[in-house]
Nanobody, 129 residues
Framework: QVQLVESGGGSVQAGGSLRLSCSVS????????MGWFRQAPGKEREGVAA??????????YYADSVKGRFTISQDNAKNTVYLLMNNLKPEDTAMYYC????????????????????WGQGTQVTVSS
């Protein structure tokens, strides 16, 4: 069984930064794609960032709403993916989820939560104005 364990959420003021971490529990499992998603109360789940961990040389992809502010990265030795969030805005407030899939997903599916197999439990990010 593969488990994703997120950490790093919290409360910050607008303009602040947070770094989320997502560790894969089973060291022998090497995902092809990992992503970060978020869901605010009353809103649909939104794909935030993704990284093709196995293929495409770790290429990264971002939603327009976070481009230039968020950075997704990986540490293969630790089997961990990070999401560094800078210049946070109140509209970034949401529960953030890490997701993984064994496949090197097509670009069109990278920010589509339905394409991912494994999910973490979520970590709350709250940004106050």
């Amino acid at each position: 069984q593969v488990q994703l364990v997120e950490s790093g959420g919290g409360s910050v003021q607008a303009g602040g930064s947070l770094r989320l971490s997502c560790s894969v529990s089973r060291y022998t499992y090497r995902p092809g794609t990992m992503g970060w998603f978020r869901q605010a109360p009353g809103k649909e789940r939104e794909g935030v960032a993704a990284i093709r961990t196995a293929g495409a040389g770790g290429r990264t992809y971002y939603a327009d709403s976070v481009k230039g502010r968020f950075t997704i990265s990986q540490d293969n030795a630790k089997n961990t993916v990070y999401l560094l969030m800078n210049n946070l805005k109140p509209e970034d407030t949401a529960m953030y989820y890490c997701a993984a899939d064994s496949r090197d997903l097509w670009v069109r599916y990278l920010l589509n939560g339905g394409a991912y197999t494994y999910w973490g439990q979520g970590t709350q990010v709250t940004v106050s104005s």
